[in-house]
């Protein structure tokens, strides 16, 4: 009797750490459902956003506005993703340029995100809300940011790789209803002059290419890897990781309906510059020295 006890007791504990194992080694839910929006920190970004929403003529996601002193923001639509034109309080760079500062997750939500991001043993800071007081005094979340420590070198006044959990409170904004809206308007307009069909890929250079890869499908996980470095993520642009001598965001790729049309356009404009059969980029020194290629949509 005491042997049948004794083996049962076993098979249980064999089961309950076959069971950890299992838990463990499988994620139990992406923390990352996409990109939400990109950062491109500005000495000036009434600048930067006119460039987007008078020259490319997107659809405005949010106007230029200041949610805490120090700050000003505006945002406009790709598509798929936001891009955000910022200056922060106390931020340090040359006024004539313009950084490609890194991007927010959409988590699923923050909760559950942070939760996982512990069982995966990825390091974030503390949780950054920001409060707006009402006429009436009361004070109310409009958005919470946590910045991923391993994916990035400081916060966003001082950083040059700043990526983050970003978290709409459901009472500022509804995400999804402002997704479809931004969608529809790009949609309505033919995509702009420039025949924007949505963001396609964002380039990340990195000082180490074999460990930044390994740390990024932690994150990314059970997304793949593709053979170029790359995930798509969600449905949302791709992240496409490449050799640099520092962890920056190098670029963005915007994706076209027609490369022909775009040439045309940048070309009349006194916008384009490196030019092949395969793409076009925008002339850095026109928009504030940013890294934009424009590739045409897969047929």
Do not use: C
């Given at each position: 009797?005491?042997?049948?006890?004794t083996?049962?007791?076993?098979?249980?504990?064999?089961?309950?750490?076959?069971?950890?194992?299992?838990?463990?080694?499988q994620?139990?839910?992406p923390?990352?459902?996409?990109?939400?929006?990109?950062?491109?920190?500005?000495?000036?970004?009434a600048?930067?956003?006119?460039?987007?929403?008078?020259?490319?003529?997107?659809?405005?996601?949010?106007?230029?506005?200041?949610?805490?002193?120090?700050?000003?923001t505006?945002g406009?639509?790709?598509?798929?993703?936001?891009?955000?034109?910022i200056?922060?309080p106390?931020?340090?760079?040359?006024?004539?340029?313009?950084?490609?500062?890194?991007?927010g997750?959409e988590?699923s939500?923050?909760?559950?995100?942070?939760?996982?991001?512990?069982?995966?043993?990825?390091?974030?800071?503390?949780?950054r809300?920001?409060?707006?007081?009402?006429?009436?005094?009361?004070?109310?979340t409009?958005?919470?940011?946590?910045?991923?420590?391993?994916?990035?070198?400081?916060?966003?006044?001082?950083?040059?790789?700043?990526?983050?959990?970003s978290?709409?409170?459901?009472t500022y904004?509804?995400?999804?209803?402002?997704?479809?809206?931004?969608?529809?308007?790009?949609?309505?307009?033919?995509g702009?002059?420039?025949?924007?069909?949505d963001?396609?890929?964002?380039?990340v250079?990195?000082?180490d290419?074999?460990?930044a890869?390994?740390?990024?499908?932690?994150?990314?996980?059970?997304?793949?890897?593709?053979?170029?470095?790359?995930?798509?993520?969600?449905?949302?642009?791709s992240?496409?990781?490449?050799?640099?001598?520092?962890?920056?965001t190098?670029?963005l790729?915007?994706?076209?309906?027609?490369?022909?049309?775009?040439?045309?356009f940048?070309r009349?404009?006194?916008?384009?510059g490196?030019?092949s059969?395969?793409?076009?980029?925008?002339?850095?020194?026109?928009?504030?020295?940013?890294?934009?290629?424009v590739?045409?949509?897969e047929?």
């Open positions: 009797m005491s042997q049948r006890r083996l049962s007791l076993l098979a249980a504990t064999i089961l309950l750490a076959l069971a950890s194992f299992d838990s463990a080694a994620p139990t839910a923390p990352i459902r996409r990109i939400d929006h990109i950062m491109i920190r500005a000495d000036d970004p600048k930067v956003y006119a460039f987007f929403t008078e020259v490319l003529q997107l659809p405005v996601a949010w106007r230029l506005m200041s949610p805490r002193e120090g700050v000003a505006g406009v639509g790709f598509g798929n993703v936001n891009v955000e034109a200056r922060f106390g931020q340090r760079g040359q006024p004539s340029r313009a950084q490609l500062l890194g991007f997750f988590p939500p923050l909760k559950a995100s942070l939760a996982e991001l512990d069982r995966r043993g990825i390091t974030y800071g503390a949780p809300p920001v409060i707006a007081t009402g006429p009436d005094g009361s004070k109310n409009l958005w919470t940011n946590v910045t991923l420590r391993q994916f990035s070198d400081g916060e966003a006044a001082d950083a040059t790789m700043h990526v983050f959990l978290e709409y409170s459901p904004v509804n995400v999804e209803q402002r997704r479809e809206r931004l969608r529809a308007q790009l949609a309505e307009s033919d702009g002059p420039m025949g924007v069909e963001l396609k890929q964002v380039i250079g990195v000082s290419l074999e460990a890869t390994k740390r990024w499908q932690r994150l990314l996980d059970p997304t793949p890897v593709s053979g170029s470095n790359t995930w798509q993520v969600g449905d949302g642009p992240i496409r990781l490449v050799q640099a001598k520092e962890n920056t190098q670029g790729v915007v994706r076209v309906t027609s490369l022909q049309r775009a040439k045309t940048l009349e404009k006194g916008l384009l490196a030019d059969e395969e793409e076009a980029t925008i002339d850095p020194s026109k928009i504030h020295g940013l890294n934009i290629r590739v045409e949509k047929r």
